[in-house]
């Protein structure tokens, strides 16, 4: 009787493996036998590859359905310095607020549903690569290349978070208990020796890969191509602190006329439908939207949990739609980059507005009319009619949803993986350790496009430093950065005191509208903030891995 490719969803023994045991061996209407799934043709390469990027892109958006918010996006934002969660009161969506606070044990939901999203997308990668490696065709090859640098990201990422993840290079059987990569007894690797096999990863399957075409080649960010490859090695390269390597990766890619900033003027649009797949991307997830298949391009209400929180208020801008207020921006974060760049810099006025005057009164409203900027400071229609808890007189403008965003209650946007500042401030911080001034015009580049008031007139790491906290902020960047630099004293408060928002014109009655702040200590009397020794890394999940594989050893602190 033929076995019939009908995955069940499982995650076991500390990642996601499968054997004969994970599928139903009966007959079914409508499907493929694995045979002839993976018959070694040039078509069933494709296909295999087109299923491991359906699998990348669901479980970097929506791991197994467990999470109302992207995984991949929140819980790598969520620990820095840079953000507060937020929402209508405390607990609200706590499972954003439990890896901001750093209250978060070996069962939190973020940590779960991403750590076994990633080895679904390793799940995936292994099965194009175990069953055409062999395969002699210029197809097959570079469909087992792509494979290969997806499973070399996943792989860097769970090093990332996680320290020593299980080094996964084949599909497993359902009995497979695989070890911490460096307590594996048969081919032990440290976290950086893990890290160096992924940039290795990356380069040996280079040759084998498509290249974006040109600056305006949108298909081309959307499947692995050689510009993602150098990436990938570049970024595991300096995590690992292997600065000449990273430069060599690197330089490809930060020189190729294939990407570019985008200018000032649309510097926003990179993260809106209006702008997605331009000359900055990289790579992105792809899926096309369906609100009657429930699938969105991005997890559901995903774009909704970070939006500003609209419902608390009297009316709203014009252009952007409402949420739940899932997401705050801490003032220090928001006051330094006012600082740096300047009131008037793009880079500003694209990442954050200030809630007076710019969301109150300069955006526009449906109902401005005819009104002058007095009407306003007395008008019903605009101001927090009760508070915005976790918000501070800024608010994140870089990722809220605009209207053109959605469709009803679902993202129109793909998750977007690698952009080119990434790899110019990559490429910059292996040239500042290494004393090579060719990173300067990187860094440059980027302040320039941002209209910075501060521009960097020598490559060292602490201008790459500051440069990178303003430009990644809400990109998956700041929290690994500080762990790597040690750069951590700034988190050790966080959860202690928590910023609520009001308007004294609805609150306190005064005749025109005045934002304030009010100081909240909703953790009064727990342990919150980062730990040294502790949150350096995610937990691997307790339930979900510690339980079932005694061959994985938690991480120190859980």
């Given at each position: 009787m033929k076995k019939y490719f009908i995955p069940l969803v499982l995650a076991v023994a500390g990642l996601f493996t499968v054997s004969c045991q994970g599928y139903l061996e009966i007959p079914q209407k409508g499907v493929t036998a694995y045979e002839d799934f993976y018959n070694g043709s040039d078509e069933s390469a494709e296909g295999a590859l087109v299923a491991m990027y359906a699998r990348f892109a669901s479980n970097i958006a929506r791991p197994n359905g467990e999470a109302i918010i992207c995984p991949y996006i929140a819980l790598f934002n969520l620990p820095g310095d840079d953000v507060y969660a937020a929402g209508e009161f405390y607990g609200d969506n706590d499972f954003n607020g439990q890896i901001n606070e750093f209250r978060f044990d070996a069962n939190a939901q973020l940590v779960t549903s991403m750590y076994k999203g990633f080895y679904q997308m390793i799940y995936g990668a292994n099965l194009v690569i175990d069953n055409f490696s062999e395969v002699n065709s210029t197809v097959a090859q570079r469909c087992v290349a792509e494979a290969r640098v997806l499973r070399a990201w996943v792989h860097m990422m769970l090093a990332i978070g996680w320290g020593t993840p299980p080094l996964v290079t084949h599909v497993l059987d359902g009995a497979a208990k695989p070890y911490n990569c460096d307590l594996d007894p048969d081919n032990p690797m440290s976290h950086n020796e893990l890290l160096e096999w992924c940039a290795k990863e990356c380069l040996e399957a280079r040759g084998s890969l498509r290249e974006r075409t040109s600056k305006n080649d949108k298909d081309g960010v959307c499947y692995i191509t050689k510009g993602f490859a150098d990436f990938v090695a570049g970024k595991a390269y300096v995590f690992a602190g292997k600065m000449n390597e990273a430069k060599a990766a690197l330089k490809p890619l930060v020189s190729s006329d294939k990407y570019d900033l985008a200018p000032a003027e649309r510097m926003r649009d990179t993260y809106h439908i209006v702008g997605e797949h331009n000359e900055e991307v990289i790579f992105t997830s792809?899926?096309?939207?369906?609100?009657?298949?429930?699938?969105g391009k991005s997890v559901w209400m995903?774009?909704?949990?970070?939006?500003?929180?609209?419902?608390?208020?009297?009316?709203?801008?014009?252009?952007?739609?409402?949420?739940?207020?899932?997401?705050?921006?801490?003032?220090?974060?928001?006051?330094?980059?006012?600082?740096?760049?300047?009131?008037?810099?793009?880079?500003?006025?694209?990442?954050?507005?200030?809630?007076?005057?710019?969301?109150?009164?300069?955006?526009?409203?449906n109902t401005d009319g005819s009104k002058t900027l007095a009407d306003k400071k007395k008008a019903d229609d605009r101001g927090i009619q009760t508070y915005l808890y976790g918000q501070s007189e800024y608010l994140q403008y870089k990722r809220v949803c605009d209207n053109a965003d959605m469709d009803n209650w679902f993202s129109t946007i793909g998750v977007l993986v690698a952009r080119i500042a990434e790899a110019y401030l990559l490429y910059a911080e292996a040239c500042a350790v290494t004393g090579d001034s060719d990173g300067l015009q990187y860094l440059n580049k980027i302040q320039d496009r941002a209209g910075s008031l501060h521009r960097s007139t020598a490559c060292t790491l602490e201008e790459v430093k500051n440069e990178k906290r303003f430009e990644m902020f809400m990109e998956g960047c700041r929290w690994a950065d500080q762990v790597r630099w040690g750069d951590t004293a700034s988190l050790v408060d966080n959860g202690k005191r928590v910023p609520q928002l009001y308007d004294a014109y609805w609150v306190d009655k005064e005749p025109e509208h005045r934002i304030y702040v009010v100081d909240q200590h909703p953790n009064a009397g727990k342990t919150v903030g980062f730990q040294t020794g502790k949150h350096e890394l995610f937990p691997f999940p307790g339930a979900a891995v510690i339980a079932i594989n005694e061959n994985i050893r938690q991480n120190p602190g859980y």
């Open positions: 792809n899926l096309n939207n369906s609100s009657s298949t429930d699938l995903h774009q909704d949990i970070w939006g500003w929180r609209m419902d608390h208020c009297a009316g709203q801008p014009a252009s952007i739609k409402g949420g739940w207020g899932g997401l705050g921006v801490r003032e220090d974060f928001a006051k330094a980059l006012v600082a740096n760049d300047g009131w008037d810099s793009p880079r500003r006025k694209a990442w954050i507005r200030q809630f007076d005057p710019e969301i109150l009164y300069d955006m526009p409203y």
